[in-house]
């Protein structure tokens, strides 16, 4: 069992910054990689940022340069750091983590993560 917690996600103003968190517990090894993905309203949820256990890390185009992800192995914490944000950056951010490895020529896909936390909500306003 697998339990992800999102937090950080809040209303934020265009060109503002947020950091968002994602707790992981349970049968859960650094060896797992982990993703960030987001779904605006009404869309499908896209990968945005993926890390591998040896902190490998692939993005999708549209934050390549504003977002960055990381992890602490220690405390199995996932985070991620958006900058200069759009409004099209606007989504329900889920975190994901699957024990297998990441592929890093594209951005993250869900048919390759096996658990999902719940989900934040990013608000990008002008």
């Known amino acids: 069992q697998v339990l992800l917690v999102e937090s950080g996600g809040e209303s934020v103003q265009v060109g503002g910054s947020l950091r968002l968190s994602c707790t992981a517990s349970g049968v859960i090894g650094s060896s797992y990689s982990m993703a960030w993905f987001g779904q605006p309203p009404g869309r499908e949820r896209e990968g945005v940022a993926g890390?591998?256990?040896?902190?490998?890390?692939t993005y999708a185009k549209s934050v390549e340069g504003r977002f960055t992800i990381s992890r602490d192995n220690a405390k199995n914490i996932l985070f991620l750091q958006m900058s200069s944000l759009k409004p099209e950056d606007s989504a329900m951010y889920y975190c994901?983590?699957?024990?297998?490895?990441?592929?890093?020529?594209?951005?993250?896909?869900?048919?390759?993560?096996?658990?999902w936390g719940q989900g934040t909500q990013v608000t990008v306003s002008s």
């Open positions: 994901a983590a699957d024990p297998r490895g990441l592929r890093l020529d594209r951005a993250p896909a869900q048919k390759d993560f096996l658990h």
């Open positions: 890390i591998q256990s040896d902190g490998a890390t």
